[in-house]
């Protein structure tokens, strides 16, 4: 399997040399991939493509569409969280941690930082022995508190194992 990255300026739905290169990948391939920011741009895409007669060979779809198609063949047998597992997953842990007394405030910024931080970033999060390292944290230059709250993703990661889910960020790492 090939890849070709074209990057361009232009503004448009498809210019001309994301055009030049799906043309190339049908003919040398007899297919391409074009990916997209959104699904509203996908579909607008797909129709701009058909009009264009470039309909037939071209798959139109999103990072994460693509990353959750190649992952369900290649990945580890787990599942790629979707939004609202992850914001259960995510409340369960700040829970047990309010509980268990790690001084972490359980509310609904603290779950949607965490939320995007898991979801954009969980593989680069500092690890020690397979816990989140607080002190790398600190060195980044988050405050302790900042850092505790961040801890909570241990007891999310265990979650997920658990549950066979992994995050969109590890698919895509």
Do not use: C
């Not at 829970?95 to 949607?112: F, I, K, P, R």
Request: a negative charge; glycine letters at 8%.
């Amino acid at each position: 399997m090939s890849l070709t990255i074209a990057q361009t300026h232009d503004t448009r739905l498809v210019g001309e040399s994301a055009e030049a290169a799906l043309k190339g990948a049908l003919a040398a391939h007899g297919r391409a991939t074009l990916l997209v920011p959104s699904f509203a741009a996908q579909l607008d895409v797909s129709r701009d493509l058909a009009r264009r007669g470039l309909g037939m060979g071209i798959t139109v779809t999103t990072p994460l569409a693509w990353t959750r198609e190649r992952w369900e063949v290649w990945g580890d047998g787990t599942q790629v969280i979707d939004p609202l597992t992850r914001t259960v997953a995510l409340q369960h842990a700040l829970s047990t941690a309010d509980a268990a007394g790690e001084g972490v405030a359980y509310n609904t910024g603290t779950v949607d930082v965490l939320g995007r931080l898991a979801k954009d970033a969980l593989p680069w999060i500092p690890v020690r022995n397979g816990h989140v390292d607080v002190d790398a944290l600190l060195d980044l230059g988050l405050t302790r508190r900042e850092a505790d709250v961040v801890r909570v993703l241990d007891r999310y990661r265990e979650l997920l194992s658990r549950s066979s889910f992994t995050e969109e960020s590890v698919a895509m790492s």
